[in-house]
């Protein structure tokens, strides 16, 4: 479908092309919605049309997050463990999502459309933090009436500009399109960048399961920080001796620590991720022994079962 057929379909039902693009954006699937909501609001005739335009976006993203936060309530710590592992930036982990979002309360859900990444994980943390579904519903829809009504607006207030941009795209289709794989390939070098970057980000000395419990029975024991999300302690229960940790403070939970003892990081995360970004930060500090545990909390809770008597 070239850009006027896109837009000659928008002409014809703008509500029902908006619903459904802004439905398989918020359930997860990598299709852009704001162009379209850009070029409707452009579109609209009336300003009774722009609101049924932007009654259908609030709708259909109400209805993802509904989905994602029954997800979260009812599988809790699968569910975040799936969308950590799905995360494009393995480092920004769903425990230092969750704690945010345990700080911000439900105002994080009306700003959560405008931070990419955190408005896919906030409505399954909520579910699995069992917050009140009524309130979830009113934030998640006023989150999104900000998100779409912004978008729409622009497009309704731009309407020369926007259609100019659209006539010379149709114009230079084949120019635009070449444009538009150049811009993907830089942002897949992009993120093979990122990726490369965190592999060497992540190669820091790491203890094993084994080798902490060993440590642990020693005269020296580490202190053990767990930067797994409350939701997740909550349904997995607390790791014996370990203390209780967020990324934004870390500090706080070191407090008077000597910095010449050992320190075991671990976390639920893809990678050690968030264990290690840990880890780093505290080496940067002083502190002479941070080493994040290998294979994280599974590992932890492999090594626990494994040595329990049959």
Known sequence: MDIAQITQTLRDDAVTVV?????LQQIGLPVPA???LLL??????TSGSLGKVLAAAIIASVIADWIWYLSGKA????????????SINPSSCVSQTEARFIRWGVSSLVVAKFIPGFSTVAPPIAGALRMNQLGFLLAAGI????????ALGAGWFLQD??????????RHASRALVLILVLLGVWLSWKLWQKYRFRKFCAVPHITPDELMAALDSDTPPLVLDLRGSAMIAETGPIVGAKVAEHDFLHDAVGDWPK???????????EDAGAVQAARTLLNAGYLSVKPLKGGYEAWLASQLESKPH
């Open 19 to 23: 619903f459904l693009n802004v439905l």
């Open 34 to 36: 704001v162009p379209t």
């Open 40 to 45: 409707a609001g452009s579109l609209a005739t």
């Open 75 to 86: 599988f809790g710590y699968r569910v975040l463990a799936g969308l950590c592992k799905l």
């Open 143 to 150: 989150g999104a009436g900000l998100w779409a009504g912004l």
């Open 161 to 170: 500009a926007v259609q100019s941009a659209v006539a010379m795209l149709d």
């Open 260 to 270: 010449d003892r050992p320190i075991v990081t671990l976390c639920a995360c893809p």
